[in-house]
């Protein structure tokens, strides 16, 4: 069966810097678009980032520009969120998500509602 497996959150400061993980397995990971979204207590999920199946287009939310950078080892099955210069509103779980009906558009998804497949979640917290 399919599953995307994160890794890497944690408790740091602000100002500091985490690498998350998302191993995929049970799937063609090279076809997928693959996104990070977050959710906090009483939220929706929210979009993050996304990269399209070959890496050649990423997205961003506005919050995120500048400080965050998608990236997927297609040969391991891996995408990747390098996460800079975190700040306290960025305290979330973390979910890393596949999917395959939008790969015609050239771009990840925006809409957690158009994944297929997601991960379990990693905790990110950031202290003041």
């Known amino acids: 069966q399919v599953q995307l497996v994160e890794s890497g959150g944690g408790l740091v400061q602000a100002g500091d810097s985490l690498r998350l993980s998302c191993a995929a397995s049970?799937?063609?990971?090279?076809?997928?678009?693959m996104g990070w979204f977050r959710q906090i207590p009483g939220k929706e999920r929210e979009f993050v980032a996304g990269?399209?199946?070959?890496?050649?287009?990423?997205r961003y939310a506005d919050a995120v520009k500048g400080r965050f950078t998608i990236t997927r080892d297609n040969a391991k099955n891996t995408v990747f969120l390098q996460m800079n210069n975190l700040k306290p509103e960025d305290t979330a779980v973390y979910y890393c998500?596949?999917?395959?009906?939008?790969?015609?558009?050239?771009?990840?998804?925006?809409?957690?509602?158009?994944?297929?497949?997601w991960g379990q979640g990693t905790q990110v917290t950031v202290s003041s």
């Open positions: 049970g799937l063609a990971f090279s076809s997928y678009n």
């Open positions: 998500a596949a999917d395959y009906r939008s790969l015609a558009t050239g771009f990840a998804p925006t809409r957690a509602g158009s994944y297929d497949y």
């Open positions: 990269i399209s199946w070959s890496g050649g287009t990423t």
